[in-house]
């Protein structure tokens, strides 16, 4: 139960439309539950009942509002994500940087309390934190073939991939979730230039000398998937030799295990290290593309890329 005081406090944020306030209000007279700062009109307080989640609203046969959605998790508005995406990108975010992108300070803490709860300085701090005792941190740069997100962690490549790829997302997420610094790859760091870190420095660079045509073959570490199957189908991947493309059922007997070329297919699809474990080198038995997460246009041009480096390099 609520005590009298609570419910005072809880009745006063919700006349405020106070957006940090984690409760549910449910109005009898209308059958509706809302979040503290829905923008509706307040009601009587007679007609008011406070939940402390939306379950429990439902579960007394309240129907959610459908202006502000108390069942999805909270926005944080433009302002909020501008502030944290500022810090992804550049760690420490002062006053100064504030005022020079025509943001006034004040404004900024006052809005990224209400919304999260918490101080802008101490979640940069956290955020800090976070990223430099995991170690994990991403960068991103562009290509002949679109821009491309890379993540390191543990002093390893953990992913290289096309941003606007399929998997790019999820698998970038479940990185940040392994390392504990948040729900999205949005949330991993990204350094400044002259701060990234060494690995991700030879993998822009590595990248870049391949889509020139001067780098067959990449020196960057890696960090080998834990299942001894997908181990053998990654190595017999960076085995297949620059410019030449093999089927699954090669690459399954390559391994040794020649019926398995559909777990070698499934092994191939799950590569988080696009170009640099060569995926876009396995194609179809009747030499058909067959599939690409970054795009079977992808696909054809890096295989097309490397024939003519190497006809070029043979005349
Ligand atoms: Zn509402």
């Not at 209308?30 to 007679?46: D, H, L, S, V, W």
């Not at 008011?48 to 959605?69: I, T």
């Not at 501008?82 to 803490?109: M, N, W, Y």
């Not at 997908?230 to 030799?241: D, F, H």
């Amino acid at each position: 139960m609520l005590t009298a005081e609570s419910s005072d406090a809880r009745w006063t944020a919700f006349l405020a439309h106070d957006a940090s306030a984690r409760f549910i209000v449910a109005v009898k007279t209308t059958g509706i539950y809302c979040r503290p700062a829905c923008p509706a009109r307040r009601p009587n307080r007679e007609n008011v009942e406070f939940f402390d989640s939306p379950l429990q609203a439902a579960a007394a046969g309240y129907r959610a509002c459908k202006r502000c959605r108390p069942d999805e998790p909270s926005a944080d508005g433009p302002l909020v994500g501008r502030l944290k995406s500022l810090v992804r990108a550049g760690g420490r975010v002062t006053e100064g940087d504030l005022a020079s992108i025509g943001v006034d300070p004040s404004t900024a803490r006052r809005n990224f309390k209400k919304a999260t709860g918490q101080t802008f300085a101490g979640w940069q701090r956290a955020f800090r934190n976070r990223n430099a005792a995991n170690a994990l941190s991403a960068a991103t740069f562009d290509s002949p073939l679109g821009r491309m997100t890379a993540i390191v962690g543990d002093d390893a490549l953990l992913m290289l991939n096309f941003v606007d790829s399929k998997y790019t997302p999820a698998v970038g997420a479940k990185i940040a979730k392994r390392f504990g610094v948040g729900d999205t790859l949005a949330e991993i760091i990204e350094h400044s230039d002259d701060k990234l870190h060494p690995i991700l420095r030879q993998t822009r660079q590595q990248i870049d000398e391949y889509f020139t045509g001067t780098r067959q073959h990449f020196d960057i570490p890696l960090d080998p998937p834990e299942l001894p199957f997908n181990r053998l189908a990654w190595e017999a991947l960076i085995n297949i030799p620059y410019g030449e493309v093999r089927s699954y059922g090669q690459q399954a007997r390559a391994i040794g295990r020649p019926t398995a070329f559909r777990a070698v297919a499934r092994a191939n699809a799950t590569n988080l290290i696009a170009i640099i474990l060569p995926c876009h080198r396995v194609v179809g038995s009747n030499g058909t593309l067959t599939g690409y997460a970054g795009g079977l246009h992808r696909k054809q041009w890096l295989l097309e890329h490397e024939r003519a480096v190497l006809a070029k390099s043979q005349s």
